[in-house]
């Protein structure tokens, strides 16, 4: 079945499917949904997947892939035992974690120049949310209908990543490097939110301001600094 089936028609339903899915959510969306999407009959979409949840976990897989993905060696892919896709998500989620800038300033005892410590951590968390914009976005906007899967993305990732940024900011402003602020905490949701905006939630803005992404991040970095840092 699959020698006839054409290379690129998987790729081109992962792609129909994550539009539906971020455009109506997980339990809204159909399989007619993803159908009409591409141009072809409902029908079609069962050549290369068993049931809706086997396609929410190959979007979910696929997202944000770097390059073009392979037609299944499987078809159609077969629906996946329960847990399999929060424990895809969750081992995601541990790999892209991973903020070395952020760790090796908090493990730092002598701080030279705080202005490149800060950006350099700022355009770290930058490049990680950018490169996982998509599947960030898919978690968020079904986050109602799969609460275990959004509770990975907002316990594990974006909560890990703000307690790390709430202690490198208090240790900095005990330090007298950084501008002291009203609550260290609400500095550090402020600075990964502005981030997780311009990373992740403008690329569906229904309004959207258009710049490009160097600009983008060039903007966001200095506007961080420079409230974040002393004249």
């Known amino acids: 079945m699959a020698r006839s089936i054409p290379k690129d028609r998987f790729q081109d339903l992962l792609e129909a499917a994550t539009a539906v899915f971020l455009d109506q959510g997980y339990r809204r969306t159909q399989m007619a949904d993803v159908a009409a999407r591409m141009g072809v009959a409902k029908g079609t979409l069962y050549l290369y997947v068993e049931s809706k949840d086997a396609l929410f976990d190959a979007v979910l897989r696929h997202a944000d892939a770097s390059g073009p993905i392979a037609l299944p060696d499987e078809l159609p892919v077969p629906t996946p035992p329960p847990q399999s896709t929060l424990e895809i998500v969750r081992k995601r989620v541990v790999e892209e974690a991973v903020l070395p800038e952020l760790t090796s300033a908090l493990a730092r005892h002598?701080?030279?120049?705080?202005?490149?410590?800060?950006?350099?951590?700022?355009?770290?968390?930058?490049?990680?949310?950018?490169?996982?914009?998509?599947?960030?976005?898919?978690?968020?906007?079904?986050?109602?209908?799969?609460?275990?899967?959004?509770?990975?993305?907002?316990?594990?990732?974006?909560?890990?990543?703000?307690?790390?940024?709430?202690?490198?900011?208090?240790?900095?402003?005990?330090?007298?490097?950084?501008?002291?602020?009203?609550?260290?905490?609400?500095?550090?949701?402020?600075?990964?939110?502005?981030?997780?905006?311009?990373?992740?939630?403008?690329?569906?803005?229904?309004s959207p301001q258009v710049m490009d992404e160097a600009t983008a991040e060039e903007s966001v970095v200095a506007f961080i600094l420079s409230a974040l840092t002393k004249e």
Not at 111 to 116: E, T
Not at 174 to 187: E, I, Q, W
């Open 110 to 206: 002598r701080v030279n120049d705080v202005r490149a410590e800060l950006e350099a951590i700022v355009r770290e968390l930058y490049a990680l949310l950018y490169r996982n914009r998509t599947g960030i976005k898919l978690l968020d906007r079904c986050s109602s209908d799969h609460p275990e899967l959004a509770a990975i993305w907002y316990g594990t990732g974006r909560e890990g990543a703000l307690e790390l940024l709430t202690q490198y900011l208090e240790d900095r402003i005990r330090r007298g490097k950084l501008r002291p602020v009203a609550d260290v905490r609400v500095a550090a949701r402020i600075t990964l939110e502005t981030v997780v905006f311009w990373t992740v939630h403008r690329h569906w803005d229904p």
